[in-house]
């Protein structure tokens, strides 16, 4: 039915919602008119012939109805409903005025039409009562002109005609008050539930503004937005959080988070803190290692709060995360550094209070070793006054063994001047000499240096490491000291070639790959082997003063941290280091092409 009321009332907006209803129950009402006036005609003109006057009045009504079922259709609300009004009441009366002798009985129904137009009244009209009273006082002076007319015409005594009088006046005075009481009181509801109306609108217009200023947020703000059930299955995924891990919207919603961006070690605190949170015992902020699509581990700092409906129920859980692996590494680098500089300043004082001492002893080792092995004229002179002989002496010295504990001697103070150089290193701050080099010269002239080393050539057979160079084409020169950096170059490759041998001698391929990538600002030196791999401990300590995984004999634990200070403090740039039990380590060396 209200399928087919709307195609009549297209023109109309159903936003509109007093104009719209109002033009539905005119509608109605035409049509009820309509089909009733069709019903009479025919009735009429077959009970008295098509040539008489109520039949031809009743036409003129019918279509003037259909006229004004037009208008209405068209849009014309206003001009539909006054002809539907003055046409009802006046064919009504007109029939009235043309067949005054008919029963009273029958006149009774025809002003029981008029009655029903008036009472339709209060819902046709809108804010006048104006039209409502101008029609009742049309309509009563008609009724009292009828009366009158009715006593000239008709065949009634003064007692039936002024109860056929006093009983319809009664009936259209009382469904007039009705109708304008009905009408006012119809208003009043109808201005309240406009506020009402308006009020709301501009509520949920304010917060769609507010939903849409929220949305716009959380589509360009960097800061991930996650959202989900109390399953843990995702429903929200803002852009930044697509960056972030890697997953668009449409990977991500409907996954359940642990399994889509958790690592499988961090899953059982992941949700004890959501559980934290749903039980308002704490949760509301975490930092744990999460997954990207890619496989990478990351570092994120996440703040969550609670999603309650409107009945107070939690519904689900909003977080805002940010990824901040690169934070923690400057923080661990900023620890490591300050640690260093500590190490560095009490390394330096100690250097140079044990460097004399130290220098002496090994003077004095040498001046032995001369003084009793070497055919020189004083120790001659000294011989013979004695009556020693020095060939003998020296026999005596080669079968006691006390020449290699000299040299022993000797080269013991010359591991311990080595290691005071480098202790020197972290306090020396002066003025470095840079001149322009091309770091891929510098790695060919390191790798020749590996190449001609003596530990590297007989106790870790650097030659059968195959070594492989990525070079981005058209590298700009930068300034450096050239050997502090194939220093740190040496330093690393030598690590890698010790820690192959020692920890994967039966390697099938042991391999080391250098990269030279140009970056904005900075080129990038990358070298990787596919060893063993450190583990996390390892890995955190790998920077620190005395470190170190070797033998006692092997190494100081000193040259990654020499490595450090003369890129970050020397040349103002980045190392860091990547690596994994089994998945080998890649250092990674930043170097400014401008430094400051």
Aim: net charge negative; aromatic share 8%; glycine share 6%.
């Amino acid at each position: 039915m209200n399928r087919f009321l709307l195609i009549f009332l297209k023109r109309y907006d159903p936003e509109n919602k007093e104009l719209f209803l109002k033009a539905k129950f005119v509608l109605i009402t035409t049509l009820t008119v309509i089909l009733t006036l069709s019903s009479i005609l025919l009735y009429t003109s077959w009970l008295v012939g098509m040539d008489n006057i109520v039949v031809a009045a009743e036409l003129t009504a019918f279509a003037i109805m259909l006229c004004a079922l037009v208008m209405l259709i068209r849009g014309r609300y206003g001009m539909a409903i006054h002809t539907i009004l003055i046409t009802g009441f006046t064919t009504v009366w007109a029939i009235l005025f043309m067949t005054p002798n008919i029963s009273m009985l029958t006149n009774v129904d025809t002003i029981v039409f008029i009655i029903g137009l008036m009472a339709a009244m209060p819902l046709m009209f809108f804010k006048s009562r104006t039209p409502m009273v101008v029609y009742f006082g049309v309509n009563f002076l008609l009724f009292i002109g009828f009366n009158l007319y009715l006593k000239q015409v008709g065949n009634l005594s003064v007692k039936e005609h002024l109860d056929y009088f006093f009983d319809n006046a009664t009936v259209m005075i009382f469904v007039f008050f009705i109708s304008f009481t009905l009408f006012s009181i119809y208003q009043e509801a109808l201005n309240r539930l406009k506020n009402e109306l308006l009020e709301k609108k501009h509520t949920e217009r304010a917060l769609k503004e507010s939903e849409n200023r929220l949305w716009l947020h959380l589509q360009n703000t960097p800061i991930g937005a996650v959202s989900m059930d109390l399953n843990y299955v995702i429903n929200g995924w803002n852009p930044a959080a697509e960056k972030i891990f890697g997953y668009t919207e449409s990977q991500a919603v409907g996954s359940h988070i642990t399994d889509l961006i958790i690592p499988e070690q961090s899953r059982h605190e992941v949700i004890s803190v959501f559980e934290q949170l749903l039980s308002g015992s704490g949760g509301k902020r975490n930092i744990n290692n999460n997954m990207t699509q890619s496989g990478q581990t990351i570092i994120c700092d996440w703040y969550n709060t609670l999603i309650d409906n409107n009945d107070g129920e939690q519904i689900g859980i909003a977080s805002l995360v940010n990824d901040i692996t690169e934070q923690k590494k400057t923080e661990e680098m900023m620890i490591q550094t300050e640690k260093m500089m500590s190490v560095g300043g009490l390394a330096a004082g100690m250097a140079h209070e044990i460097n004399n001492p130290l220098a002496g002893m090994m003077q004095s080792a040498q001046v032995i070793h001369q003084r009793l092995c070497k055919p020189l004229p004083s120790n001659m002179e000294a011989a013979d006054k004695l009556g020693i002989q020095l060939s003998a002496l020296r026999q005596y010295m080669e079968d006691r063994d006390i020449l290699n504990h000299l040299d022993n001697i000797h080269q013991s103070g010359s591991h311990a001047s080595k290691i005071i150089r480098n202790m020197l290193s972290f306090s020396q701050k002066g003025p470095t000499q840079k001149s322009l080099h091309h770091l891929e010269d510098l790695i060919d002239s390191t790798l020749e240096l590996a190449l001609n080393d003596y530990d590297l050539k007989t106790e870790y057979d650097f030659k059968k490491i195959r070594i492989v160079r990525e070079v981005e084409p058209g590298l700009p020169a930068i300034a450096c000291e050239k050997t502090k950096i194939q220093q740190v170059l040496f330093n690393i490759i030598k690590n890698a070639s010790q820690a192959i041998n020692q920890e994967m001698p039966d390697h099938p391929s042991p391999t080391i790959t250098i990269r030279l990538r140009n970056r904005p600002g900075c080129i990038h030196i990358e070298i990787q082997d596919n060893g063993p791999g450190m583990d996390p401990d390892v890995r955190k300590r790998i920077f620190e003063p005395f470190f170190t995984t070797k033998d006692v004999d092997k190494g100081t634990g000193l040259g990654l941290s020499v490595s450090y200070f003369i890129i970050v403090d020397d040349h103002g740039g980045e190392m860091e280091v990547d690596s994994a039990p089994g998945k080998g380590t890649t250092f990674t060396l930043m170097l400014p092409l401008h430094p400051s």
